[in-house]
C-alpha cells in the first residue's frame, strides 16, 4: 500500500492547520506551517472558493493524514464504526485512538505517529507479555503495553518520554514510566480525541 513520503509540513499547509507531523519541531519557529502558513503550490496565495463538498473531503483528509494512513485503510476503518452502536463519528474516532500505533504515541514512547508505526513494526514492545508488531492492533481495556528490555536505551524512546512528560498524559491511559510500560484503563472520551474536529462531516462524506 503506498504511502506520502514527502514533507511533513507541506500536509500541513494543506489542510490550513497543524497536524503535528514533527514532534518537537511542530512547538518551535522552525515549523514550516508557521513560516508559510499559505497552502503549498504556485496557486498557493490565490483565493479559492471552498464548495460544501471541499468542507467534507479537507476534514476527512485531516484526520486520515493525523494518523498517517491510506485512503483504503480509513475507508475500512469508517465501514467499522458504521457498524457499531452509537455515534459512527465518534467510534471513528475512538477507532483510531485505540490502535497500537496511536496508544504507544499517547504514552509517550514515540514522538509522532509515524515513529510509532515504524517502532511497533520493528517489534519494540509488548503488549500482555508478547510481541506485537502490527501498527494497527486495537488495544483493549486493562491491555499492559511496555518497551521490550533490549530496546529501553534507544535514543528516540527516551527523547519521546522527556516530551511526554512535559505535555502530561490522557486520563485513559496510565504509565509506569521507570518500568517503561504503559497500562490501558478503558476507551478515551470524546471530549480528550481531537477536540477541534467535526467528524459529522467525515460521516457526511462517506454518506453522501
Same mark, same amino acid.
Given at each position: 500500500?503506498?504511502?506520502?513520503?514527502?514533507?511533513?509540513?507541506r500536509l500541513c499547509r494543506r489542510?490550513? !492547520?497543524?497536524?503535528?507531523?514533527? /514532534?518537537?519541531?511542530?512547538?518551535?519557529?522552525?515549523?514550516?506551517?508557521?513560516?508559510?502558513g499559505y497552502p503549498p503550490g504556485?496557486?498557493?496565495?490565490?483565493?479559492?472558493?471552498?464548495?460544501?463538498? /471541499?468542507?467534507?473531503?479537507?476534514? !476527512?483528509?485531516?484526520? !486520515?493524514?493525523?494518523?498517517?494512513?491510506?485512503?483504503?485503510?480509513?475507508?475500512?476503518?469508517?465501514?467499522?464504526?458504521?457498524?457499531?452502536?452509537?455515534a459512527t463519528g465518534e467510534n471513528?474516532?475512538?477507532?483510531?485512538?485505540?490502535?497500537?500505533?496511536?496508544?504507544?504515541?499517547?504514552?509517550?514512547?514515540?514522538?509522532?505517529?509515524?515513529?510509532?508505526?515504524?517502532?511497533?513494526?520493528?517489534?519494540?514492545?509488548?503488549?500482555?507479555?508478547?510481541?506485537?508488531?502490527?501498527?494497527?492492533?486495537?488495544?483493549?481495556?486493562?491491555?499492559?503495553?511496555?518497551?521490550?528490555?533490549?530496546?529501553?536505551?534507544?535514543?528516540?524512546?527516551?527523547?519521546?518520554?522527556?516530551?511526554?512528560?512535559?505535555?502530561?498524559?490522557?486520563?485513559?491511559?496510565?504509565?509506569?514510566?521507570?518500568?517503561?510500560?504503559?497500562?490501558?484503563? /478503558?476507551?478515551?472520551?470524546?471530549?480528550?480525541?481531537?477536540?477541534?474536529?467535526?467528524?459529522?462531516?467525515?460521516?457526511?462524506?462517506?454518506?453522501?
Amino acid at each position: 500500500m503506498a504511502r506520502y513520503s514527502g514533507p511533513a509540513c507541506r500536509l500541513c499547509r494543506r489542510e490550513q !492547520k497543524k497536524l503535528f507531523l514533527k /514532534g518537537s519541531r511542530c512547538y518551535t519557529d522552525k515549523c514550516g506551517f508557521e513560516r508559510r502558513g499559505y497552502p503549498p503550490g504556485q496557486h498557493g496565495w490565490g483565493r479559492v472558493k471552498i464548495t460544501d463538498y /471541499g468542507t467534507h473531503l479537507r476534514e !476527512k483528509q485531516r484526520v !486520515k493524514r493525523i494518523h498517517t494512513m491510506a485512503e483504503r485503510q480509513f475507508r475500512r476503518y469508517f465501514q467499522m464504526a458504521s457498524r457499531q452502536a452509537g455515534a459512527t463519528g465518534e467510534n471513528l474516532l475512538v477507532i483510531l485512538e485505540s490502535r497500537l500505533d496511536s496508544t504507544i504515541f499517547h504514552l509517550g514512547f514515540a514522538r509522532t505517529r509515524a515513529e510509532a508505526r515504524q517502532l511497533a513494526r520493528h517489534g519494540h514492545f509488548l503488549v500482555n507479555g508478547r510481541k506485537v508488531d502490527v501498527p494497527s492492533y486495537q488495544v483493549r481495556a486493562q491491555d499492559v503495553i511496555e518497551v521490550r528490555e533490549k530496546s529501553r536505551k534507544l535514543g528516540s524512546i527516551l527523547e519521546a518520554l522527556e516530551m511526554r512528560a512535559q505535555r502530561g498524559l490522557p486520563s485513559w491511559l496510565e504509565q509506569e514510566r521507570e518500568k517503561f510500560r504503559g497500562v490501558v484503563k /478503558g476507551h478515551p472520551r470524546r471530549d480528550e480525541i481531537h477536540p477541534d474536529v467535526l467528524e459529522q462531516l467525515i460521516v457526511e462524506y462517506y454518506s453522501r
